[in-house]
């Protein structure tokens, strides 16, 4: 362990009493936030919570004390993380941890970022949502739809706030897009093209080096495997491009999924449900000693009301919604329409709006400090991560799926449905 025992039982010792001791603001008014997982995404996203005066971070953990493999190659785990909070607050008063469930001990903490890899979500989410913890949780959601559903009903039972980083919903040209289709702006929608990238990008400069190797000093492989089945440690496997090994992620369909499926999803109304089948599922698969998702992958989803959404790495990226009237097409940071009227429609006074972000995490701040709705609540990030969940399903049993959005159901294959959930290695369980 990165902090002793002692060190640890004096560290926990409260400093602030937490907002979800007392369903409230914290009475100093700051939101004080640990750091579970300080590689990929937590390391990145540490200085938007340390610009903000309102957020102390006193906390990070990683099983990783430092090593490269990150994005672009980078070097990170708990140790560089540290040095970023101590150096941007002048002190030397960030904790240190492996296990993050000491972290969740401490009575100090009001909030966790939780940016492990996906294999870990579910279980992170259970126990922090356990603790009493407000959660910003990345994406994508979860590793199953059973891990997804477990996730929801933790943070609903501890009504703790949640926030999903799908930061697209914080994007105001995403914005307008959804609120111009809901609105009518091009007549009834009646498909939805989703163009997700494809392949198995060396992120982390790692994909050559699939030789077992010892594990290196200060990183605990076997507790980064978790719940995951128990393998032989190389550098391929681990760091950023753990998203292309089928036991920890779902590749580039649940990595970039998370995010456009997220918004046409939203666009249709169907935040909340999910279609009832998918169709004509094509799909190719990493060549690979250790990468095993899809590379290249297409499939089409039908919603109870007819309309179609057609999902694939053939698409052109983003989100084009296509309606009786016109189309409108989004991106991160562009908006396009096929008429210039459209995108300057005035949207009627009682129509639909989205929960307003401009800024994903000041979100996330702003509804734990001030109780304002997050822009992206779990459950719609439940029922986006499991179309992904189930476009991955079908590719690999490469049958049509019947789906009951209401029940979570696969109907009529026992094998696809066997799919919906993985087993747990000893001794983690999917009950947390």
Not at 333 to 351: F, Q
Request: aromatic residues 10%; proline residues 6%.
């Amino acid at each position: 362990m990165t902090t002793t025992r002692r060190r640890f039982l004096a560290a926990a010792a409260p400093l602030i009493v937490p907002a979800s001791a007392l369903g409230q603001t914290p009475p100093s008014g700051r939101m004080t936030i640990g750091f579970i997982g300080t590689g990929n995404n937590g390391y990145g996203y540490l200085m938007p919570f340390l610009r903000d005066p309102r957020v102390r971070v006193v906390a990070v953990c990683d099983v990783n004390r430092e090593g490269p493999g990150y994005w672009d190659g980078t070097v990170r785990g708990w140790a560089p993380a540290k040095r970023l909070v101590d150096g941007y607050y002048g002190d030397e008063g960030c904790a240190t941890y492996t296990d993050y469930r000491e972290l969740l001990q401490r009575r100090d903490i009001d909030a966790v970022y939780l940016g492990t890899p996906d294999h870990w979500h579910a279980l992170n989410t259970i126990h922090a949502a356990r603790a009493g913890k407000h959660i910003y949780g990345q994406k994508p959601l979860s590793l199953t739809v059973r891990d997804g559903r477990r996730m929801v009903a933790a943070v609903e039972k501890a009504k703790v706030v949640w926030q999903t980083g799908s930061q697209q919903r914080s994007d105001i040209y995403m914005r307008r897009a959804v609120e111009l289709v809901r609105n009518g702006a091009i007549g009834k929608v009646h498909t939805v093209r989703v163009g997700l990238p494809g392949g198995t990008p060396d992120f982390g400069h790692t994909a050559n080096q699939t030789t077992v190797v010892p594990v290196p000093d200060g990183f605990d492989f076997d507790f980064w495997l978790g719940p995951a089945p128990a393998v032989q440690y190389c550098p391929a496997r681990v760091g950023v491009n753990f998203r292309w090994v089928k036991d920890y992620s779902g590749g580039q369909l649940t990595d970039w999924g998370a995010h456009h499926i997220d918004i046409a999803q939203l666009g249709l109304g169907m935040e909340r449900t999910g279609p009832v089948a998918l169709r004509n599922a094509r799909g190719e698969w990493a060549k690979h000693p250790v990468y095993n998702t899809a590379t290249e992958y297409s499939f089409e989803c039908e919603y109870a009301n007819g309309v179609k959404m057609i999902v694939g790495t053939k698409e052109r990226g983003g989100v084009r919604f296509e309606g009786a009237d016109g189309w409108v097409w989004t991106n991160r940071g562009r908006l396009e329409t096929s008429a210039p009227d459209i995108a300057t429609a005035s949207l009627p006074s009682d129509g639909y709006r989205m929960a307003y972000s401009r800024d994903h995490e000041k979100n996330f701040i702003d509804a734990v400090l001030n109780g304002v709705p997050v822009v992206a609540p779990i459950e719609e990030a439940h029922r986006t991560i499991t179309v992904s969940h189930l476009g991955n399903i079908a590719l690999e049993v490469g049958r049509d799926l019947k789906w009951d959005p209401a029940r979570e159901s696969i109907t009529g294959d026992d094998t696809a449905a066997g799919m919906l959930d993985r087993q747990y290695r000893r001794p983690w369980n999917p009950e947390g």
